[in-house]
């Protein structure tokens, strides 16, 4: 293995899903660096390139094409959309099961692709900006022999070691944006919407967003107490709640659910799509159709009338709106933490902040495990005040919306 040590630089690198105030994360831990006279280099599309880097192929890394040195100009993105660096979901450690694994020249070829291209452009340290699977490949590498350091980026908040991730609460703005307009829509129409928000393994954005919206119900992985979604039972309780509405004169109204729940649907519904990575497309599942045409059935069969019940999967706009000022603060104090970590020595760290956003680090070893190598994933846990404020409103709303 080469030591870095006695390279410089410092390489940054964007993965996974865009989040909004992804470019003040950029700007800030950038500008630490530069004013300290430490060069960045900054790779496009995460580990896309890097993954495939060929030592005898002059064109497998190309300045300006597949990377950069950042510059000062950088301070001008903060408050921009989209992800400055590009992003992709790359994943070189797909194949890694144990730490064993990390060390066969057959099964870590694309991991040891990424150190050397760092190598060869004099890269001695690397800060890794995105989810779970950028996590596991940032501490990958620094079993590797690389210098990491990691900030948690994930829209779905669903990050153990931090209480909120960058992008999250500008991401429920953008759909309570979207749900207020389909609630107006719903009261003037008499219609009730089931609308799918994003999620992947928990129901932090269609919780915030229902409870922010003034939906009725909100639904995710977190109140399904089976393995498999009992569809049946799932409509008849929805069924339940719109009859009680429309007894009080209330024929409309907002459900959230979580596109979690497509991991819970039975085989036959369940997607068979995954991108060029690997990664299977929940959203191509479209669990809240499923649950809409169940609870129609369901409605129908129940009152011998039909009821106009309409699907909406709010996904894609919620990822690149205009941040809001929290976002770009916390953003901003994340990348100032990675600059800070470095100055520390505190490697194979992921940056977090605690209470008025004093920066603290929480070491790889607590948010992967030791022998797995997966990540802790958290989501809206029964019982916390998160959850029972989302119960509360939602009995209050189905009664007095």
């Not at 994943?91 to 760092?118: H, V, W």
């Not at 609460?169 to 107006?184: G, M």
């Not at 706009?317 to 953003?331: G, T």
Request: proline share 3%; aromatic share 10%; charged share 25%.
């Amino acid at each position: 293995m080469k030591g870095y040590q006695g390279n410089k630089k410092i390489g940054l690198l964007f993965s996974g899903g865009p989040a909004p105030s992804a470019n003040a994360v950029i700007s800030s831990l950038t500008l630490n660096f530069l004013d300290r006279q430490i060069p960045v280099v900054g790779f496009y599309h995460g580990f896309e390139y890097l993954e495939h880097y060929d030592s005898a192929d002059r064109h497998s890394l190309i300045k300006d094409v597949h990377y950069r040195f950042l510059t000062a100009e950088i301070a001008s993105i903060r408050n921009t959309r989209g992800v400055y660096l590009k992003t992709s979901r790359a994943n070189p450690g797909k194949g890694i099961q144990k730490k064993e694994d990390l060390f066969d020249s057959q099964k870590n070829q694309k991991l040891q692709n990424i150190l050397d291209a760092l190598d060869h452009l004099g890269v001695g340290f690397l800060i890794t900006i995105g989810g779970d699977d950028t996590l596991k490949t940032a501490n990958y590498l620094q079993i590797m022999g690389l210098p990491v350091i990691h900030i948690p980026k994930t829209i779905d908040n669903d990050y153990y070691g931090i209480a909120w991730t960058f992008g999250y609460w500008s991401a429920v703005q953008a759909a309570q944006d979207s749900l207020l307009n389909l609630k107006a829509d719903s009261q003037s129409t008499d219609t009730y919407f089931i609308v799918e928000l994003m999620g992947r393994k928990a129901g932090w954005i269609s919780y915030a967003a229902g409870i922010a919206s003034g939906s009725f119900m909100m639904i995710s992985v977190e109140d399904i107490d089976e393995k498999l979604l009992d569809l049946d039972k799932l409509a008849n309780r929805i069924v339940d709640l719109m009859i009680k509405r429309e007894q009080d004169g209330k024929y409309y109204g907002l459900i959230c659910v979580a596109e979690s729940l497509a991991d819970l649907l039975p085989q036959k519904y369940r997607s068979t799509e995954y991108d060029r990575h690997g990664n299977l497309v929940l959203g191509k599942a479209e669990v809240g159709r499923i649950i809409r045409d169940a609870v129609a059935a369901c409605y129908a069969r129940r009152t011998k009338t039909t009821k106009k019940i309409i699907y909406k999967q709010i996904g894609y706009e919620v990822r690149n709106r205009n941040p809001i000022s929290f976002d770009v603060v916390l953003s901003s104090m994340l990348g100032f933490g990675a600059f800070k970590l470095y100055t520390q020595g505190k490697f194979g760290h992921m940056v977090s902040v605690s209470d008025n956003f004093s920066i603290k680090g929480v070491p790889f070893g607590k948010l992967i495990h030791p022998r797995t190598l997966l990540t802790r994933l958290r989501n809206v846990p029964r019982g916390s005040d998160f959850f029972e404020l989302k119960e509360a409103l939602s009995y209050r709303m189905e009664l007095i919306d």
